[in-house]
């Protein structure tokens, strides 16, 4: 199932405009040095680049990027002349307008007419690199100064940048200002980050661990304040090249690794994206992508409480049957096999043809392990768990609670007697009537969990080496056993 979900959405995304009522794009372009060359319209998407358009220009350098049809998604948009040659534009509401320029020297050669608003980016560009090469110098200067350790020299520079941000914060405030509720206003302020205060100055110097505890508050206002200058309702940043990589550094730096934290952050900017389908679609897709592919034992929980309140709940309504079928059959696979809940008890017969229960099983810890004798990998994994879980934990209380998943019985038995798997507590479902596969997620095998004496899971999809690692703290955690 992996990534089935970002293809399709991908597609959507390309379909979707930012106006329901298409009035068509016309952009004339005009570059006296390329005569009979192609200018190539593309966007920006998940840090990678998309041609939308092409224009051919004629003898005189004259050409048009056009549909009288389609609206062009707002967004940040690049004017490429060659794969080392490029400028970057706003595509906003104003969709009508032309351009000229010099190759030789784009950033100050570009004019436009009829777009105020590119006009006003090209001038934030070039203000951007002016701050840019004030910040390096300011840099080169403190790393030469042989005076850079002292307090004063310190302060000196500390004021310099500080000036430099608030130039640019001024500049930024000014453009919101002047073109109100834009793409260009999206963009800029969303390079902006939060602005976190000097909690040296408050917090007293006899706190114990000082500097953590700056450290902590200083993370936590970032945390909170970290959305700031975003507008969610604003589909502009879904066609950035910053959007996405600010999505990941908030989800890997700033949200807690715990399910609970993931989801709860998850919710938070899905509503507050709502009004806006687009954005709401993108974030949708990039959270349950998300959820689906961490990697962190337990983070899969994050993705169930998604799917539960979007997908169930009905509130995502635009995907098919089939894509909507996956998904919720991804949930309810994983929904009854959560980590830190209570595994859900299976009452199957064993080899005896006596009903065994895993809720009766008494054990400080179970390894349940889902097994079938014909599957290549079980050969190899089922041995080695019973030498390096069973026979290193057996002897302080661990039971092997082994659920065959094939039908024969005569191999079962064989495949039990030649690898002597006699002290687990071997059991199967011949009539398939436990569902195990639909509560545990036994779609492939071997599936193993470990369950604590509360019959708690508390480790899933991990290898044996792994289980090894956890059942060694646990034990010494939990019982002060150590185990080499």
């Known amino acids: 199932m992996k990534r089935f979900i970002f293809p399709f959405m991908l597609c959507l995304l390309w379909g979707m405009t930012d106006k329901a009522n298409a009035q068509g794009y016309n952009i004339k372009i005009k570059v006296e040095k390329m005569p009979g060359k192609n200018i190539i319209l593309a966007n920006y998407f998940e840090g990678k680049v998309y041609a939308v358009d092409t224009?051919?220009?004629?003898?005189?350098?004259?050409?048009?990027?056009?549909?009288?049809?389609?609206?062009?998604?707002?967004?940040?948009?690049?004017?490429?002349?060659?794969?080392?040659?490029?400028?970057?534009?706003i595509i906003g509401d104003t969709q009508k307008f032309s351009i000229t320029t010099d190759t030789l020297d784009v950033i100050h050669s570009i004019q436009f007419e009829g777009s105020p608003e590119n006009t006003a980016f090209k001038n934030f560009q070039l203000f951007m690199l002016a701050q840019n090469q004030k910040s390096k110098q300011i840099r080169e200067e403190y790393e030469k100064d042989p005076n850079k350790d002292k307090e004063d020299a310190k302060k000196a520079y500390t004021a310099r940048f500080e000036q430099a941000d608030k130039e640019v914060r001024a500049y930024i405030a000014d453009l919101v200002k002047q073109y109100p509720h834009t793409a260009l206003a999206t963009f800029v302020n969303f390079t902006l980050s939060p602005e976190i205060p000097d909690f040296s100055k408050v917090v007293p110097e006899d706190t114990k661990d000082r500097n953590l505890e700056i450290q902590r508050r200083a993370y936590y206002?970032?945390?909170?304040?970290?959305?700031?200058?975003?507008?969610?309702?604003?589909?502009?940043?879904?066609?950035?090249?910053?959007?996405?990589?600010?999505?990941?550094?908030?989800?890997?730096?700033?949200?807690v690794v715990h399910p609970d934290s993931l989801y709860l952050s998850c919710v938070e900017i899905l509503e507050k994206s709502r009004p806006c389908n687009a954005m709401f679609r993108y974030l949708?897709?990039?959270?349950?992508?998300?959820?689906f592919d961490n990697k962190i034992m337990g983070m899969d929980e994050a993705f169930v409480k998604l799917g539960q309140r979007y997908y169930i709940g009905g509130i995502?309504?635009?995907?098919?049957?089939?894509?909507?079928?996956?998904?919720?059959?991804?949930?309810?696979?994983?929904?009854?096999?959560?980590?830190?809940?209570?595994?859900?008890?299976?009452?199957?017969?064993?080899?005896?043809?006596?009903?065994?229960?895993?809720?009766?099983?008494?054990?400080?810890?179970?390894?349940l392990l889902f097994w079938e004798p014909n599957c290549g990998h079980c050969k190899k994994q089922v041995p080695l768990a019973k030498k390096e879980i069973y026979e290193r934990f057996g002897p302080h209380g661990l039971k092997?609670?082994?659920?065959?998943?094939?039908?024969?019985?005569?191999?079962?038995?064989?495949?039990?007697?030649?690898?002597?798997?006699?002290?687990?507590?071997?059991?199967?479902?011949?009539?398939?009537?436990?569902n195990y596969w639909t509560i545990y997620n036994v779609f492939?095998?071997?599936?193993?969990?470990?369950?604590?004496?509360?019959?708690?899971?508390?480790?899933?999809?991990?290898?044996?080496?792994?289980?090894?690692?956890?059942?060694?703290?646990?034990?010494?955690k939990q019982y002060k056993i150590k185990v080499d």
């Open 221 to 255: 206002y970032n945390k909170k304040h970290y959305w700031d200058y975003t507008n969610f309702t604003d589909s502009t940043l879904i066609r950035t090249p910053i959007f996405k990589n600010k999505l990941d550094d908030y989800f890997k730096n700033m949200v």
């Open 444 to 476: 492939s095998t071997p599936v193993m969990y470990i369950l604590d004496k509360d019959k708690k899971i508390i480790a899933k999809n991990l290898a044996v080496d792994q289980m090894v690692d956890l059942l060694k703290k646990e034990y010494e």
């Open 55 to 89: 224009a051919k220009l004629d003898n005189n350098g004259v050409g048009y990027f056009s549909d009288p049809k389609k609206r062009l998604a707002r967004g940040m948009y690049l004017l490429l002349f060659s794969n080392s040659n490029y400028f970057d534009l």
């Open 316 to 367: 995502v309504n635009w995907l098919d049957k089939d894509q909507m079928k996956k998904i919720t059959d991804e949930v309810y696979k994983r929904q009854y096999n959560l980590l830190n809940h209570k595994a859900i008890d299976l009452r199957l017969p064993n080899v005896d043809g006596q009903w065994v229960s895993l809720h009766e099983t008494k054990a400080p810890f179970i390894l």
């Open 284 to 291: 949708m897709n990039y959270c349950l992508v998300y959820t």
């Open 400 to 434: 092997v609670f082994a659920v065959n998943t094939h039908t024969k019985e005569d191999e079962w038995k064989k495949f039990i007697e030649e690898k002597e798997l006699f002290d687990f507590i071997n059991c199967w479902d011949p009539n398939r009537q436990s």
